[in-house]
């Protein structure tokens, strides 16, 4: 069994320390018990799982309260007939990112840029001719309004705020001017409704508040709308934003983006992962591994092949 670094008990923070002596005692008195398993002495000690256990009690220095397990013997030699040794793929080198923190303020100050945004499209007009987007856009302004240009009422609610006969200077005022006329709507509105969108947004309600006549929307329209959000080639005819925001994520985190389908593992395939590295350096096969935690599900329910194992282990992922 591969070592890990000693984290005593004893050097741990009051609560954590005690917390720790508790489980061991739950540990201690279960094992005794001799009626249960070890996955049920590891969730009802608090350790939430077999490996998560194993692993706690090597970091405490405490491998003598892992269960006894004699590891099949296995030979380096190839035998006739047999396949070939499979060589693990694993994920690669390990390279610690920027905490994604650190953007936190970025993020917030184009949040609250949208957020104001938003409360611009309440004054601005817009309508569509053939093909065209005719709008008139609105900013908030600061306005002069001279004293002999101003209505009587307008005279009257001036002097409600203490002024009489002086210009008046308003501050915050929407002002709307000619916007442009284009083949989409406006920039503003394109970044709200993609936010939208990649936010898990309902798209039926978006199209109800905002399209010409949500009820005419056909099947047809219905799927193109569908890949402009969600697409993914090859199996439709193009890439939607979820596709390209997290093509535009790999990039500024460093990485690269390559054609092909991406390959995502869950959760629950992480966590098993790390499971089945941590069984292998106890030296166990890929079959007992599988018997072992035979129990164990995908998000979706559905069981771990052999093949599901042998693919994940090969990550090489172990336990933070």
Known sequence: MDSVPDQRIEALPGAARKEAYMKIEALCYLRGRKKYSERQIAEKAGFGGVEAMHHQLETWGLTGLLPFEKPQATSKKRVAGTKPERKARNLGPRKELPSAGNAAPLFKERLEALLESVELLKHMDES?????????????????FPWEHLSEKGREEIRKLGADGDDFTATGVPVVFPGGVALSPTETEAILIAVYALAGGDIRRLLVALHLDSSAIDAEAQEEIRQCTEGSRPDDKKDGLKVLARQLATLVRGSEVRTGRPSVRSKADHAFACAITYYRKQGLSDEEIARKEAHRTREDGTSYTMKDIAELGDLGLSWP
């Open 128 to 144: 569509l001719h053939g093909r065209h987007f005719v709008r008139q856009d609105v900013e908030m302004a600061t306005v002069l």
